[in-house]
T-cell receptor, first 113, second 113 residues
């Protein structure tokens, strides 16, 4: 089954404790991206990657890091999480550019206290 | 330039009625306009998409109308059903396909019996 898998689905952590949210896709997509979803703000892009070892900042990259060492994986790293990073996070992947269908993971609900 | 403005923020429609959600954009380089549907607890999923070479695209009860001169596009849901209750996002991407989708802020649709 074609899918984008995020882990964990739910996470509660404390301010300053480094965490990683993993994202893996089994569709051999070149394009991957992270979004955060907040009420009234829609989906805002954090980082995206067009291929292995190629990453770019999105609209809200502050406080986040990403890496793309393998085509299938695109982890999101919060080095020192803060309460304003409490949000619902989605990983997405796409084939042959973003002007075709983007496939989204199930989401990771992160709470930073 | 990169924004996509979506309205209304929320919408309540009677079962059997027509739901209409509107989006406007500024960047004339956008050339792919998808709509995504998101149910609670799920990631967004592609519903229907259009390219600027046509003014309308219909798939079942869902229709996209596109007005290139006005830089607007809209989603019409005919014979709306309670199962259509979800959040809908319009989006746009550039003709290169290398810049990830820019999303509107979403419309929460409730279809009541």
């Amino acid at each position: 089954e074609a899918q984008v898998t995020q882990n964990p689905r739910y996470l509660i952590t404390v301010t300053g404790k480094k965490l990683t949210v993993t994202c893996s896709q089994n569709m051999n997509h070149e394009y991957m991206s992270w979004y955060r979803q907040d009420p009234g703000l829609g989906l805002r892009q954090i980082y995206y990657s067009m291929n292995v070892e190629v990453t770019d900042k999105g609209d809200v990259p502050e406080g986040y890091k990403v890496s793309r060492k393998e085509k299938r994986n695109f982890p999101l790293i919060l080095e020192s999480p803060s309460p304003n990073q409490t949000s619902l996070y989605f990983c997405a992947s796409g084939d042959r550019g973003w002007n075709t269908e983007a496939f989204f993971g199930q989401g990771t609900r992160l709470t930073v206290v | 330039q990169q924004q996509v403005k979506q309205s209304p923020q929320s919408l309540i429609v009677q079962k059997g009625g027509i739901s209409i959600i509107n989006c406007a954009y500024e960047n004339t380089a956008f050339d792919y306009f998808p709509w995504y549907q998101q149910f609670p607890g799920k990631g967004p999923a592609l519903l229907i998409a259009i390219r600027p070479d046509v003014s309308e695209k219909k798939e079942g009860r869902f229709t996209i109308s596109f007005n290139k001169s006005a830089k607007q596009f809209s989603l019409h849901i005919m014979d709306s059903q309670p199962g259509d209750s979800a959040t809908y996002f319009c989006a746009a991407s550039l003709n290169s396909g290398n810049t990830p989708l820019v999303f509107g802020k979403g419309t929460r649709l409730s279809v009541i019996a």
